[in-house]
């Protein structure tokens, strides 16, 4: 694990080798252990390490035999073992016993097609100097980042945005298509990014600059093949083999390792095999919240504590009543882009926790993607139902939902909540309703809030769904979260939070191979007669008690609604207020207010919309006014005093 960086110039001319200690500095948290660079004339390429494996022999750039290529990598192969045994075999002799040595010896044997022998995640550049090539890699689902700066003459490379701003001429400046993609959604999708000139490589692609030229190329998808003539129990077996199998693999480590637990099926599942898998107890760590009704709503730690007595581990909790005001700039400072996800302050305390003990953690992201634990997925089986029911009756029902109170931090008005959406989307079409749930502003609610005349915005949803195959409407609805809010808003946030204690975070259950098992997994085995995740349940049924399995899914993040409501109402109000939007000049007035008198009245629930604008502002304030964290946290903390 570290943070990768490097420039190219396309011209042949000498790179500035000067830039290569500030973009490490600029990236220092990903990786304290230690540096390196390689510069060969017109390319330079460095890294900044944090020690998992082969600590004392793992220095990066890793050369070949003959020092014509080199290569960095941030992340962990973990079938290492099983391709250096390999690889020996043919005659390839190592110097080190990192997993990274295996991806240059692998491209003298397969070339660019190394990345299809490859499990793990990653996101590697390698420079091959007889050829004067330039290879820049990302794994499959996206869980390692990548941006990229182009030019005409120049390519610049990092895994943190933050470092390329140090290369002169790099500056950070707000681009408008990516503004609107991220109020319509919480997040910016690849391959754009907050500022314009700079993307993020897509997850699964491969980007070759040589001879003067830069392309790119897909190398996976998620499979679009669902098999429908495998029995269910043949699937309940394979799913249950691959769990354990992928847990075994990301226990790799020659330092401590442990995991986040929240007594979810997804992260109790992770600790069970891990317990399995381990002589040792096993160190788990769980977050809890201080504070009123809300804030219990979002306390999971009995829950924690029976899994962690089921497993026998090594359970650690902590209980916070988070400085968000402090909190929020200088966590947005490390994530580069705003999001509206508050798991990502829920994130970063829980790995700072962790951080005390261990150096590797393993996390249960992505469960809910591959075995369909959404409420969204639910939206065929319920509108089934929701259509055998007369048209008078259906017109009335939305007419209830739209003056349904909404709120996510009480158990009656979360269900209200759910009620209100599931009835506003009942009767749209399957890609218009998933947008619905998904959607943070609609497009056409964006052109309402932005200042200036409307523009077209770009809908990614909608794109993803193109380039969606297949006739199996959930796993068509995976193939889009994998393109989307999977690796742009989970795993990005997993990363530049864990990464911003120096942790490294690993996801078993986004293993590629559990992945593609998942994906050829027809709808109805996953979900059975409105029970989601029906076919994972059973493969860890002899793992986990009926009270884990069946326990009401309750999100990753915070009672943020509730704190904007109150403790924090005084930063919102300055911040969306109409002399800072004002001096913004980017959103109306008018649409803000009406947004927050609303939100306050609880006939919406506009917490995700009021996030989306505050973490705007408070990024913008950093990166675009060029102020520090600290001085913005100090403003803010002044508001609430």
Not at 11 to 31: N, Q
Not at 417 to 445: H, I, M, T
Not at 600 to 614: E, K, P, S, V
Request: aromatic letters at 8%; proline letters at 5%; one cysteine or more.
């Amino acid at each position: 694990m570290c943070g990768i960086y490097g420039v190219l110039n396309l011209t042949g001319e000498p790179v500035d080798r000067s830039v290569l200690p500030a973009m490490g500095k600029a990236t220092v948290h990903r990786g304290p252990d230690d540096e390196g660079t390689h510069v060969d004339r017109e390319c330079a390429i460095g890294m900044r390490r944090l020690s998992i494996i082969d600590l004392a022999g793992g220095h990066q750039p890793i050369s070949d035999p003959t020092g014509m290529v080199w290569v960095v990598c941030n992340g962990e192969i973990y079938n290492f073992r099983e391709l250096r045994a390999e690889l020996e075999a043919r005659g390839y002799r190592f110097k080190t016993n990192s997993d990274t040595e295996v991806i240059v010896h692998l491209y003298a044997e397969h070339g660019d097609e190394l990345v299809h022998r490859l499990n793990g995640m990653y996101g590697f550049a390698l420079w091959d100097g007889a050829r004067r090539r330039l290879l820049i890699g990302r794994d499959r689902l996206g869980i390692k980042p990548i941006y990229v700066a182009r030019t005409p003459s120049r390519i610049a490379f990092a895994s943190e945005a933050k470092a390329l701003f140090t290369i002169p001429g790099i500056e950070p400046r707000l681009d408008g298509a990516a503004l609107r993609s991220y109020l319509n959604l919480g997040y910016c999708a690849a391959p754009l990014s907050m500022y314009a000139g700079i993307e993020k490589l897509p997850p699964a692609t491969l980007m070759v600059a040589q001879d003067g030229r830069v392309e790119t190329r897909r190398y996976w998808r998620v499979p679009s093949a669902v098999d429908r003539t495998i029995p269910e129990r043949e699937w309940i077996d394979a799913v249950r083999e691959r769990l354990r199998e992928s847990v075994r693999m990301q226990m790799v480590s020659d330092v401590p390792i442990g995991a986040f637990l929240s007594g979810g099926i997804d992260s109790s599942t992770v600790v069970g095999f891990m317990a399995a898998h381990s002589e040792q107890p096993i160190r788990t760590y769980a977050i809890g919240f201080e504070g009123g009704e809300a804030d219990a709503f979002y306390n999971e730690l009995p829950y924690a504590r029976r899994v962690a007595e089921l497993f026998g581990t090594q359970h650690r909790e902590i209980i916070v009543k988070p400085d968000v005001a402090a909190l929020l700039p200088r966590l947005l400072w490390h994530m580069d882009e705003p999001v509206a996800d508050t798991a990502f302050l829920t994130t970063y305390l829980v790995s700072e926790f962790a951080r005390r003990d261990v150096t590797v953690i393993l996390s249960g992201v992505g469960g809910d993607e591959l075995f369909g634990g959404y409420r969204r997925y639910l939206g065929n089986h319920y509108q089934a139902q929701f259509e055998r029911l007369p048209g008078w009756m259906r017109r009335a029902a939305s007419a209830v939902g739209e003056r349904l109170p909404s709120d996510r931090h009480s158990s009656l008005l979360n269900l209200t909540r759910l009620a209100k959406g599931f009835l506003e989307a009942a009767e749209l079409p399957l890609e218009e309703r998933y947008a619905a749930y998904v959607q943070v502003f609609s497009l056409d609610a964006v052109n309402e809030l932005m200042a200036g005349a409307p523009a077209e915005s770009r809908d990614l949803i909608a794109g993803a769904f193109d380039a969606a195959a297949g006739d199996d409407a959930l796993n068509r609805m995976f193939a889009v979260d994998a393109e989307t809010q999977l690796p742009d808003d989970l795993l990005m946030l997993t990363d530049k939070m864990s990464m911003a204690t120096s942790l490294e975070c690993r996801v078993p259950l986004l293993d590629h191979e559990l992945v593609e098992l998942a994906a050829s997994m027809p709808e109805h085995i996953k979900i059975k007669g409105g029970r989601l995740k029906h076919v994972m349940k059973q493969a860890v049924s002899d793992l986990l008690p009926r009270d884990i399995l069946e326990r009401k899914k309750r999100g990753f993040g915070t009672p943020m609604g509730a704190w904007l409501r109150k403790e924090l109402a005084p930063m919102v109000r300055e911040l969306l207020g109409e002399q800072a939007l004002k001096a913004r000049r980017l959103f109306r007035p008018q649409a803000v207010r009406e947004l927050l008198v609303a939100h306050h009245a609880n006939r919406i629930d506009g917490t995700d919309r009021l996030l989306t604008l505050l973490n705007f502002e408070v990024w913008a304030r950093m990166y675009l006014d060029r102020r520090t964290p600290e001085d913005v946290g100090a403003e803010l903390k002044a508001l609430l005093a």
